[in-house]
T-cell receptor, first 116, second 111 residues
């Protein structure tokens, strides 16, 4: 199957700082990528849909000014958590959509963010 | 997404087939059924998807009933590494295939 990578795999930061997470589709081009968040013992929650070359679409309740998404190329989307606070600590996961006949989303391994 | 219903948990003996059911009675004619699994602290892994015909790949088989209101994911020879939460998802067509994750089924493969 297609491969999606994320970097970093984990990050610890101080409250008030910003953190950037990268999501790359390694062997296919993805016009659409998605960002999810998962709190302990909960299921994945979609945060936003990222389309290459256009503004991201955020789910209700997700602050677009706090979670900045950039999808500047067909293989890279970034999520920046601005002015992070302890309540932003979570597992952030991206996915990339292949499109075409076998339209499927493949997920990255996730990024564990801990805000102190 | 079409609502899906899965049992919260199942056990399976190692080496035996694991059959995971999913009900999706409100599915429409052009909506696919996707299966993913998530092993603890990892991103979800794509398993298989189908529309109306049964599908098989190197990981699993997907059996979809003729009326498409339910499906079964079959892991033919479960191993301890198959212990995970399994999600059955029916994304809404035309919505960039957004996936809505429910609670899934926690499959525990026992030695």
């Amino acid at each position: 199957g297609a491969v999606v990578s994320q970097h970093p795999s984990w990050v610890i930061c101080k409250s008030g700082t910003s953190v950037k997470i990268e999501c790359r589709s390694l062997d296919f081009q993805a016009t659409t990528m998605f960002w999810y968040r998962q709190f302990p013992k909960q299921s994945l929650m979609l945060m936003a849909t990222s389309n290459e070359g256009s503004k991201a679409t955020y789910e209700q309740g997700v602050e677009k000014d706090k979670f900045l998404i950039n999808h500047a190329s067909l293989t890279l989307s970034t999520l920046t958590v601005t002015s992070a606070h302890p309540e932003d600590s979570s597992f952030y996961i991206c996915s990339a959509r292949t499109g075409g006949h076998t339209d499927t989303q493949y997920f990255g391994p996730g990024t564990r963010l801990t805000v102190l | 997404d079409a609502k899906t219903t899965q049992p919260p948990s199942m056990d399976c003996a190692e080496g035996r087939a694991a059959n995971l059911p999913c009900n999706h009675s409100t599915i429409s004619g052009n909506e696919y059924v996707y299966w993913y699994r998530q092993i603890h602290s990892q991103g979800p892994q794509y398993i298989i998807h189908g529309l109306k015909n049964n599908e098989t790949n190197e990981m699993a088989s997907l059996i979809i009933t003729e009326d498409r209101k339910s499906s079964t994911l079959i892991l033919p020879h479960a191993t301890l590494r198959d212990t995970a939460v399994y999600y059955c998802i029916v994304p809404i067509s035309g919505s960039a295939r957004q996936l809505t994750f429910g609670s899934g089924t926690q499959l525990t493969v026992l030695p």
